[in-house]
Structure formats: C-alpha cells, structure tokens
C-alpha cells in the first residue's frame, strides 16, 4: 500500500509539473535572413552559428530564452515555449506573452 501511494504521489507531481516547462513545436522552414528580421522585429536576440542559427526573446519584446526559436537550413525550425501556447509561426513563438 505504501509503494502504491508513494507511485501516485510521484506520477501526479511528475503530470502536472510537465505543465510549465517549456514545449518543442516544430514550425515551417525558415532561412536565416528572414528568421534574423523576425527576431529584430520581436526584440530578440539573433545568432548564427556554422550549423545551425536561432533566436531567442523573454516572450514580451524584449531579449531573452523565455522563448527559442532554432532551425537548421532545409530543416523545419523548432520552438521551445513556455506554457500551453501553441504557435504556428515563428513570429507566434517569440512573442507569445506581448501584448497586441
């Protein structure tokens, strides 16, 4: 009886932490030209790198890693944002918390 409580303790904890850590949503393909003017145009922060190249933003217009973005070239980029929020577009995914 023990074990079997002590199970459900650990599977509600492990069930309802899962719901404010970050989601990875795949998202259309993007180069890094146009990934590098949303993120300027989101407040984000841009960098490139010899294999890869992402942004990141604090979710409200502002620089931060509250919200990434990452892509590869020929690739579909991925998102990883906090919350429940499903974005469909890169520009979605950096600015999920501004306010319109």
Known sequence: MRVLTILLVLGGTL????????????????????????????????????????CGTNCKG??????????????RCVAQVIGAHRPRTVEQALTTGKKR
């Open 62 to 75: 502002g620089a931060g890693t509250d919200c990434l973005v990452t892509c590869e070239p020929d690739k």
């Open 15 to 54: 069930a309802f932490g899962g719901v404010s850590r970050a989601n990875d949503i795949h998202l259309p393909k993007t180069g890094a030209a146009e990934l590098k003017q949303v993120c300027d145009k989101a407040g984000g922060s841009f960098s490139q790198g010899a294999a890869r190249y992402g």
